[in-house]
């Protein structure tokens, strides 16, 4: 009896064209095609092996893992939680900042992980992640009095939140009339920001327009009294800007964070990644942003059925 048995070794690869009569190869080198390989790899020397295949490593509910190439650490969302997810140690989770729930973007930042959430972009420096915006405070309240030292006229006056070296867009202006050798009264805004380490005064000479720099104060300050005018500095950096708005597909392109919402792209001041012009800083593009891939030339942004492209500096 005829004995019908086909060696399948070595396998020479996946034929899905051929008759089934090709898929044999005799002769001095004798092999075998396969017409599917579901769930092995074939080797060049013709031996299979099975594909990697999922398994569960953690039972948390994570969203968004991203993997950051600056030191190799895992972030996550899970909830509206922004953590830390420790791989070698069981999955194990540090929680960061409450970022929102919905889709977050991460970028690489002066050595600091940046992070964009439904309630705004945070900044991870290795220890604790914290808000890279600075809320724009409140004016300060003002009135006169008498016993002072100043010249009489109309004085504008407004304050911004420092976190260290970082200052926030200055609050709306707020004017006070003093009389000859009279002397202003100020209480400064409510800060809620635990984050904020002091509060900067800008001041008007007497019927003056422009704000300048009259002095920088303990963020515990409340009240002030001003009898005489201060030596003034310079003017305010951030005038009528805002805080950097969060978004989808966060980048860093040219010395500008970016970011994307429905259909604007929106871009940060120079070097000053908190702060945003609104009245200038933003490109609306026609349709949805599906993606932004910064180039060293201009930007590449996704639309809903072609790819634009921003160029320029």
């Known amino acids: 009896m005829k004995d019908d048995k086909i060696s399948l070794m070595p396998l020479a690869g996946m034929n ?6 090709a898929l044999q190869i005799g002769g001095n080198e004798p092999r ?17 092996r099975l594909r990697p295949s999922m398994r569960e490593v953690t039972a948390q509910p994570l969203e968004n893992l ?29 929680v960061l900042a409450t970022i929102g729930d919905g889709p977050v973007s991460f970028e690489v930042l002066n050595n600091a992980v940046l992070a964009a959430g439904p309630a705004g972009i945070f900044r991870y420096d290795g220890i604790q992640a914290l808000p890279l915006a600075i809320d724009t405070p409140a004016p300060p309240m003002a009135h006169a009095d008498t016993g002072g030292s100043m010249v009489a006229g109309l004085y504008g006056l407004a304050v911004s939140w420092l976190r260290g070296t970082i200052e926030s867009a200055p609050s709306e202006m707020t004017s006070c009339a003093v009389a000859q050798n009279g002397l202003m009264d ?15 005064l800008y001041m008007t ?22 009898t005489l ?17 969060s978004g989808l597909y966060l980048s860093y392109w040219r010395g500008r964070l970016l970011t994307a919402g429905a259909n604007v792209l929106r871009f940060s001041e120079v070097l000053a990644y908190h702060i945003h012009d609104q009245r200038h ?8 942003i599906t993606f932004v891939r910064p180039v060293d030339a201009g930007i590449w942004v996704g639309q809903v059925d072609h790819v634009a492209f921003l160029a320029g500096s």
């Open 205 to 226: 000479r007497p019927d003056g327009g422009e704000l300048l720099r009259a002095g920088d104060y303990p963020i515990g300050t409340v009240t002030l009294s001003i």
């Open 66 to 94: 991203w993997q950051s190439p600056l030191h190799g650490d895992t972030f996550a969302t899970m909830g509206d939680q922004l953590v830390r997810v420790d791989t070698s140690a069981g999955w194990s989770l540090q």
């Open 186 to 200: 100020l209480t400064l805004p409510m800060c809620f920001d635990s984050t904020v380490t002091g509060v900067r």
């Open 32 to 48: 075998v095609y396969v017409r599917d390989a579901l769930n092995v790899d074939i080797s060049p020397s013709g031996k299979p």
């Open 229 to 245: 005018l201060p030596q003034l500095g310079a003017a305010p950096q951030f005038l009528h800007m805002d805080t950097m708005p």
């Open 16 to 21: 899905l064209a051929g008759e089934d009569e």
């Open 281 to 288: 800083g933003f490109v609306q593009m026609p349709q949805r």
